[in-house]
């Protein structure tokens, strides 16, 4: 996948001016396609959607939205090899998930095989397709370079009754794989290498996962693919910037038959930093095992973030607002995490989870009582409501709120000093206790009664406000950080891309305590952990008995930081 432009985009900015849809716009006025817009979705079923597809998807569902047409679902599945149903089902999955319906319009390519194969007939009748005998190698060689012409095949000239008959023997199954191939006769010396007598159909003694063994040949994708699209009356055909040089053969393939024709448009691929959208190289990740499977949280297929608790419409937000553009570039991940942060921000629940727990005594306050205050769920929401959470003498604060001797500009826990609990309490802390090993384990502090609800009624500040949870009513929990996957802004353009991974894009927590009110959290639904970032409970390892969390993002956004620099760099 090159990257030809490494300069970044900005992606609102190209938001407006869509130049497909101006397309699009252009043949309804036209009445070029009599007032309709149909397009499609052909995913080949052989790996899982990444966010690069949920790019194609939002393009293709998203018009077809905006100007009343359909949107098909097209299964590609012409390369019996490497697709199979696990992956069909797979790919349904998440383009529902993502919020989009092709209604009655699920295709299979495979569907059209023999329409496919007539029509491989009708251009073997007029002379514009031949059996070609040589072997792959000598094909290769033939072909020429970008500066040489190719050369004709001995076989070229052969008559459309041999033809016929070879072609039929082929689908037979007469012959072995690689002893011949059908072949569009179209120029040897043609500028653009794809048109220089480009392969229609090969042998390839395979069952297929739909048609079964009624198939030995099969179609080469530039062939299967203008008849799919013209098959189902596709209006626009939009596809990425690497079809640029097939769209050449697209329209001989459909000019040669006089059939109906669609327009196809291209558009830049998306690519994202610090990470990889192949379906090549993320099948390796999976197969290697360096990845917990297609949903590993750390993936960017839209399986891995729906586990790892992204939402369809922070997706779509991110799809909308990369635009489209006719250049490559890359989309900092900042922005999608951005997206995600802005979608949470306004719909996830507030808790309190402390990650590396610190325990807290109160001297003076009684050992057996419980007392129950309120906190507000989501202040960015009033109706979200508030909840109440248990406060007794022992709780949990996180391990880097205390510090025995804080630096200059530590505001937090520290001997002596006093801090807000949320919610609770003013507390100041009046000892620690230390292990063996030197660590502190226990932290000794008293309450001002006064301070209930965590002001104080004397006006007395303090410079910071800790999360907490009561240490006999914590609920445990492992929770799992992630961080990107890979370690270089351009994972791809290594070596090996494998050399490149993050050795740290996974920690696991296991003594983390969670307030109580988690344990009816539901599994996948979204919350915050105050001061912490957006969590969600696994569907894969959470059990009745075990909470497994998932951090989603950090509340850091660093969005904002890529965008003020970007503007630097442009006004230089
Ligand atoms: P990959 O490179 O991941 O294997 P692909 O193009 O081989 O992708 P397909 O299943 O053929 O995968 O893709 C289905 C559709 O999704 C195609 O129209 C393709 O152009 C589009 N698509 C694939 N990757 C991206 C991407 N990174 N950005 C935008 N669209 C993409
Ligand atoms: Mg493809």
Request: hydrophobic share 35%; net charge negative; aromatic share 12%.
């Amino acid at each position: 996948m090159p990257v030809d432009s490494k300069d970044t985009m900005k992606p609102e900015a190209s938001v407006p001016s869509n130049f497909i849809r101006q397309v699009i716009q252009a043949d309804l006025e036209s009445g070029r396609y009599e007032g309709r817009v149909v397009t499609r979705f052909p995913p080949e079923p052989n790996g899982y959607l990444h966010i690069g597809h949920a790019k194609s998807i939002c393009l293709n569902f998203g018009f077809a939205e905006e100007f009343g047409g359909t949107c098909h679902l097209r299964f590609d599945d012409t390369n019996p090899l490497k697709e199979n149903v696990s992956y069909v089902d797979s790919i349904k999955e998440d383009v529902k998930w993502l919020g989009f319906d092709w209604d009655v319009h699920l295709y299979f390519a495979s569907d059209y095989f023999d329409r496919f194969y007539d029509y491989a007939i009708d251009l073997i009748k007029t002379g514009k397709a031949y059996v070609d005998s040589l072997t792959p190698e000598e094909i290769r060689s033939y072909r020429g370079t970008l500066t040489e012409p190719g050369k004709e095949s001995p076989y070229r000239h052969r008559t459309v009754e041999e033809n016929l008959e070879l072609f039929q023997k082929m689908a037979a199954g007469k012959f072995d794989e690689g002893e011949c191939v059908l072949r569009a006769k179209i120029d040897m010396a043609a500028p653009n290498i794809i048109m220089r007598d480009p392969t229609l159909y090969r042998i390839r003694k395979r069952p297929h996962h739909r048609t079964g063994d009624k198939w030995c040949i099969y179609p080469m994708y530039d062939f299967a693919h203008c008849l799919s699209d013209s098959i189902e009356r596709i209006t626009h055909s939009i596809c990425t910037l690497e079809f640029e040089n097939n769209r050449e053969l697209y329209d001989w393939i459909l000019d040669t038959l006089d059939i109906y024709h669609p327009r196809q448009i291209e558009f830049a691929r998306l690519n994202l930093s610090y990470t990889i959208l192949s379906k090549r190289k993320l099948i390796e990740l999976v197969e290697g095992g360096y990845v917990d499977g297609w949903n590993d949280p750390r993936m960017p297929t839209i399986s891995g973030f729906r586990r790892r608790g992204y939402t369809p419409e922070a997706i779509r937000n991110f799809c909308e607002r990369i635009g489209v553009a006719k250049r490559d570039s890359m989309v900092d991940l900042a922005l999608l995490e951005h997206c995600i942060r802005e979608d949470l921000n306004k719909r996830a629940p507030r808790f309190m989870g402390v990650l590396r727990p610190l325990k807290v005594v109160i001297e003076n306050y009684p050992a057996d009582k419980v007392e129950t205050l309120e906190a507000i769920n989501n202040p960015e929401d009033q109706s979200m409501g508030t909840r109440n959470i248990p406060f007794s003498r022992e709780f949990y604060i996180e391990k880097d709120d205390f510090m025995e001797t804080p630096p200059k500009k530590f505001f937090r826990l520290a001997p002596g000093r006093e801090v807000r609990l949320r919610y609770a309490y003013f507390i100041t802390c009046t000892d620690f206790i230390k292990d063996e090993q030197g660590e502190v384990v226990e932290l000794r502090c008293t309450y001002d009664p006064q301070t209930r609800g965590g002001d104080s009624p004397d006006g007395r500040k303090v410079k910071s406000t800790l999360h907490w949870v009561s240490a006999t009513h914590a609920i445990d929990a492992e929770v799992r950080l992630y961080n990107d996957l890979f370690t270089v802004e351009e994972p791809v353009s290594a070596e090996d891309f494998k050399a490149v991974l993050n050795k740290d894009s996974l920690e696991i927590l296991h003594g983390a305590k969670l307030e109580p009110a988690l344990a009816d959290l539901e599994i996948g639904k979204q919350c915050q952990f105050e001061r912490l970032g957006y969590f969600c409970k696994d569907v894969k390892y959470s059990t009745s008995d075990h909470s497994v969390f998932n951090r989603i993002v950090t509340l850091r956004d660093q969005w904002a930081k890529v965008k003020k620099q970007q503007g630097a760099n442009e006004r230089k």
